[in-house]
T-cell receptor
Framework: ETGVTQSPTHLIKTRGQQVTLRCSSQSGHNTVSWYQQALGQGPQFIFQYYREEENGRGNFPPRFSGLQFPNYSSELNVNALELDDSALYLC???????????????FGPGTRLTVL | DQQVKQNSPSLSVQEGRISILNCDYTNSMFDYFLWYKKYPAEGPTFLISISSIKDKNEDGRFTVFLNKSAKHLSLHIVPSQPGDSAVYFCAASPPYSGGGADGLTFGKGTHLIIQP
């Protein structure tokens, strides 16, 4: 039990729609990172938020955006969904930016998104 | 271009024997390496890590070896138990530079199956 929760567990959308995924971090964790895990692949870094501002982004287009709130919750928004966006989306929380690169980052169970 | 490679998609080992999972990396800037274990419908959970200043780290049944000159690390599990059956991900990170985050870089994972 990592104390990181995500909702919903599963979601089905159609191509072109927009989706919002939610994450609740451990209390006190001001850094949240989002990862996309496609089938048969390892998690791939989407972006990180620190104190409610984006602090780094992987190789993902601007239609992937996020928000982080003062109550340690955060959102991942994806616009204009494509079939290739079907994946498991993981959020991970940590006490600091540096901690997000170490063993003190904790992953949630993920949201499985299917785009038809 | 995969910077972290796990070339064995699956590995089957008899209960009680040693399991050896391998990982190779190409980015010489990586200085911290982690192994995660993932069960279906759960997020990755941290297993063991190693800093580039060490060549071995041990935690109970789990040992990670790092060969920096070969850019290779391995995870040894001995003795293997049925509960060890899971997907294992190798991940790597560069030192935190104070700038924008890059996140962890993951391999594709190895599905370890422990046979009774």
């Amino acid at each position: 039990e990592t104390g990181v929760t995500q909702s919903p567990t599963h979601l089905i959308k159609t191509r072109g729609q927009q989706v919002t995924l939610r994450c609740s971090s451990q209390s006190g964790h001001n850094t949240v990172s989002w990862y996309q895990q496609a089938l048969g692949q390892g998690p791939q870094f989407i972006f990180q938020y620190y104190r409610e501002e984006e602090n780094g982004r992987g190789n993902f287009p601007p239609r992937f955006s996020g928000l982080q709130f003062p109550n340690y919750s955060s959102e991942l928004n994806v616009n204009a969904l494509e079939l290739d966006d079907s994946a498991l989306y993981l959020c991970a929380s940590s006490l600091s930016i540096a901690a997000a690169l170490t063993d003190t980052q904790y992953f949630g169970p993920g949201t499985r998104l299917t785009v038809l | 271009d995969q910077q972290v490679k796990q070339n064995s998609p699956s590995l089957s080992v008899q209960e009680g024997r040693i399991s050896i999972l391998n990982c190779d990396y190409t980015n010489s800037m990586f200085d911290y390496f982690l192994w995660y274990k993932k069960y279906p419908a759960e997020g990755p959970t941290f297993l063991i890590s190693i800093s580039s200043i060490k060549d071995k780290n041990e935690d109970g049944r789990f040992t990670v070896f790092l060969n920096k000159s070969a850019k290779h690390l391995s995870l040894h599990i001995v003795p293997s138990q049925p509960g060890d059956s899971a997907v294992y991900f190798c991940a790597a990170s560069p030192p935190y530079s104070g700038g924008g985050a890059d996140g962890l870089t993951f391999g594709k994972g190895t599905h370890l199956i422990i046979q009774p």
